[in-house]
Every structure is written in C-alpha cells, then in structure tokens.
C-alpha cells in the first residue's frame, strides 16, 4: 500500500505563508517576493473579499496571477470617502508644525483608538487638509500574483 499525501488546499479560515503581489496601473502597491513571505488568516480583513474568493480551493506550492477588473478588489472610488480636515485638528492629532504635502499619507486612529486606517492628501489651504479615504486601488484594475508556501 502506497500513501500519498495530498497537498493542503486553503478553505475559509485558512493560515498562509505567501509571497503576493498587489499592483494597478501605476505599478506595485504590495510586493512580497523579493523580501519575506507574508502570513495571514484568510477572513481576517487582511485581504480583501475578491482576492481572497481567488485564493480558497488553490493547493499549497501553487503560483499563480490573477487579473481583477476596475472596482473588483477595493470597491468603487467614492467621493464622500474624501473629507476636509481642519488644520487645528490636526495640530491636536499629531505635531502642529506637520507640513501636509499632495500624496502625503497619514495614519489616523479609528474613535475607539484599537487600530488606524490612512489618508492621502489630495489638497490643501491655511484652515485644513482634504484627505482621500479611499484605498488606493479603488476603482482600479488590480493584478494579484501569489505563491502559496504553506497552508495550515
């Protein structure tokens, strides 16, 4: 009798250790492979829904890229994810001396102060700071390449 062990395949709660690769149009927004792999729990937010429906049923050691059409990954861009913030306020969040650049991106606690989520800044004047909430590949087309090293 011969035993042949099939290779783990990911399911919905799944543990990873990948190397992935987020890019739009503009280039690579994450890429894992040239440093060391990632590990997540699918289900975790970690990823989004989209990429994460690709990744269920893969087999350990898979290498693959998928290819995910504008608003697929990320959403939608919408306009009333992005906000003016006062200067004072921001003063008060951080170092009141801050210079706020166009594609300058800040971290922002969330109200209960257990995680953070970040801006981009899209504009400015004296009184305050227009952010752009929106994740920076909403709306876009969005390739994800991943290599499945380990699945638990």
């Known amino acids: 009798m011969s035993s042949t062990t099939q290779p783990a395949v990911v399911t919905a709660g799944s543990f990873l250790t990948l190397h992935y690769r987020l890019a739009g ?6 890429n894992t492979f040239n440093d060391k792999p990632a590990t997540l729990s699918l289900g975790t937010g970690e990823l989004s829904p989209a990429v994460e429906q690709r990744l269920i049923g893969m087999e350990e050691g898979t290498h693959a890229t998928f ?3 504008a608003g ?12 003016w913030v006062a200067r ?9 001396d801050e210079q706020y650049a166009v594609g300058d991106v800040v971290q ?10 970040a801006g981009a800044v899209i504009e400015s004047n004296e ?8 994740h920076p590949l909403a709306g876009q ?7 499945l090293i380990g699945v638990l």
């Not at 149009?25 to 994450?30: C, M, N, Q």
């Not at 004072?88 to 009141?96: T, Y």
């Not at 009184?127 to 929106?134: E, I, M, P, Q, S």
């Not at 087309?141 to 290599?147: L, R």
């Open 108 to 117: 922002f606690p969330t109200p209960d102060g257990t995680g953070s989520y």
């Open 88 to 96: 004072k306020l921001l003063a008060q969040m951080g170092d009141p």
């Open 25 to 30: 149009p503009a280039g690579d927004i994450i």
């Open 67 to 69: 290819e995910l059409p």
């Open 141 to 147: 087309p969005v390739t994800f390449e991943v290599k």
């Open 127 to 134: 009184t305050a700071v227009r952010f752009d909430f929106n």
């Open 72 to 83: 697929a990954a990320f959403g939608d861009r919408n306009p009333d994810m992005q906000q």
